[in-house]
T-cell receptor, first 115, second 115 residues
Framework: GNSVTQMEGPVTLSEEAFLTINCTYT??????LFWYVQYPGEGLQLLLK?????DKGSNKGFEATYRKETTSFHLEKGSVQVSDSAVYFC??????????????FGKGTLLTVNP | DTGVSQDPRHKITKRGQNVTFRCDPI?????LYWYRQTLGQGPEFLTY????????KSRLLSDRFSAERPKGSFSTLEIQRTEQGDSAMYLC?????????????FGPGTRLTVT
């Protein structure tokens, strides 16, 4: 079956620090990979995605590269801001046999950025 | 705002009572998904609809749970004879579905507390 393992939190950084949140996966088939973010009191929002090996997803200064050889999709940002404080979820979806549907999520990583 | 909406946002109920949640998807989205998120975990897939047809149910969805999507528009999720273990955030998401897979957009969730 499908599973996602992501870095245990919480992660606490100072503003302008470099961020890495590790994510590895196992999947049957060829997955699409996602990072979702959940700000306090809000719903899940798609942050970025990648649909094939070596693709790089990017948004709002965040990046992640689909590494098939290491089954990884690590999230990075060069300089975090206080407003990036949130819970980050790595997720995958396998599209096969016309069943293009459910997401499998990691447990989430709480990021707190201090001024 | 034309995002996914959920009602109520919070529900407190006593063990053994029935509860019903509603989800209104983005209007042109033909797929609708329900997920459950417990504290410290990522969302877990419960069920999904393509138009009005319920196409898959997770093993997490016991006989006490039932979901409907009449006329392929809004959806309801009912839990009968609630148990304390049902306490969680119930998330709804919607997407366009077809031969190409599109992103799922999430609602803010309904937080259920069973006392």
């Amino acid at each position: 079956g499908n599973s996602v393992t992501q870095m245990e939190g919480p992660v606490t950084l100072s503003e302008e620090a470099f961020l890495t949140i590790n994510c590895t996966y196992t999947a049957t088939g060829y997955p699409s990979l996602f990072w979702y973010v959940q700000y306090p009191g809000e719903g899940l929002q798609l942050l970025l995605k990648a649909t094939k090996a070596d693709d790089k997803g990017s948004n709002k200064g965040f990046e992640a590269t689909y590494r098939k050889e290491t089954t990884s999709f690590h999230l990075e940002k060069g300089s975090v801001q206080v407003s990036d404080s949130a819970v980050y979820f790595c997720a995958l979806r396998t599209d096969s046999g016309g069943s293009n549907y459910k997401l499998t999520f990691g447990k989430g990583t709480l990021l707190t950025v201090n001024p | 705002d034309t995002g996914v909406s959920q009602d109520p946002r919070h529900k407190i109920t006593k063990r053994g009572q029935n509860v019903t949640f509603r989800c209104d998807p983005i209007s042109e989205h033909n797929r609708l998904y329900w997920y459950r998120q417990t504290l410290g975990q990522g969302p877990e897939f419960l069920t999904y609809f393509q138009n009005e047809a319920q196409l898959e149910k997770s093993r997490l969805l016991s006989d006490r749970f039932s979901a409907e999507r009449p006329k392929g528009s809004f959806s309801t999720l009912e839990i009968q004879r609630t148990e304390q273990g049902d306490s969680a955030m119930y998330l709804c998401a919607s997407s366009i579905g077809g031969t190409v897979t599109y992103e799922q957009y999430f609602g803010p969730g309904t937080r259920l507390t069973v006392t």
